[in-house]
């Protein structure tokens, strides 16, 4: 693992955008596997702003969602569908054709979805990059504490520091249980991966997930056993 330490959120977000651009630049058709997140919010800024001064074209790059909750429908305002469109593709020329998500959305089939939305990644020819942010209970998408190794996309329960953590952005309606997320074997499918960190309350979950023992009880720590991964973080979560 090759880890940078930047001084603050905005230069992680800086050096992280930089990545995705000159990887788009490398092949316009890049296969990005993309988080949510507040983590994400200055990356995505930082690309959104590239296209808007620069005109960068986004135009053939072809997006899959690490995940989506369970439950809301297509347009609630929380879920990663409508946080996607808000904070990137909505202001880029990213042809909404080329953008996957999961679909939550209520009575949808989870395991047919699951199914379609893994064979969708494959057929795609698989991830040439994937970003993940990391929980604090170092879950990477919704791969919680205990996910197997191999684990596909499928729909799982959310554990209750994810739940109680996401209430914050869900005021008065209820967090969802449930979620679709990649699979952790999925996910080291990706030919290169990025994970990004910022803040003190993530410091505990980056140790232990690049320093700590590879174990089912830290989702993130799989991460080392990936050949090609880079890790950015501030200096808030790089404390030991
Ligand atoms: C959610 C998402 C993850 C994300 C994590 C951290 O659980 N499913 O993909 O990495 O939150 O989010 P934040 O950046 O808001 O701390």
Do not use: C
Request: charged letters at 25%; hydrophobic letters at 40%.
């Amino acid at each position: 693992m090759r880890v940078l330490v930047t001084p603050d959120y905005r230069t992680l977000s800086q050096t992280a955008a930089e990545l995705v651009i000159k990887a788009v630049l490398a092949k316009s058709d890049l296969r990005l596997g993309l988080p949510t997140g507040r983590m994400l919010l200055g990356t995505y800024e930082e690309l959104v702003k590239k296209h808007r001064d620069e005109h960068f074209d986004f135009s053939k790059l072809i997006t899959f969602n690490l995940d989506e909750y369970l439950g809301l429908a297509l347009d609630h305002p929380k879920s990663y569908r409508m946080y996607m469109r808000r904070h990137f593709f909505e202001h880029v020329n990213i042809s909404p054709a080329n953008t996957h998500i999961p679909d939550g959305s209520p009575g949808i089939d989870p395991d047919r979805e699951s199914e379609r939305y893994e064979k969708a990644i494959h057929g795609a020819g698989g991830l040439d990059l994937l970003i993940v942010g990391i929980g604090a209970n170092g879950h990477i998408a919704f791969n919680e504490p205990g996910a197997a190794f191999d684990s596909r996309t499928r729909a799982v329960d959310l554990a209750p520091e994810t739940m109680s953590n996401a209430k914050q952005y869900f005021g008065t309606d209820s967090v969802p249980a449930r979620a679709i997320t990649m699979g952790i074997g999925t996910m080291l499918e990706a030919r290169r991966i990025l994970l990004l960190a910022a803040g003190a309350s993530k410091a505990d979950a980056v140790d232990r997930a690049l320093r700590g023992p590879v174990s089912r009880d830290v989702p993130a720590s799989a991460l080392q056993l990936h050949p090609r991964v880079i890790v950015i973080l501030d200096e808030a979560a790089n404390r030991k």
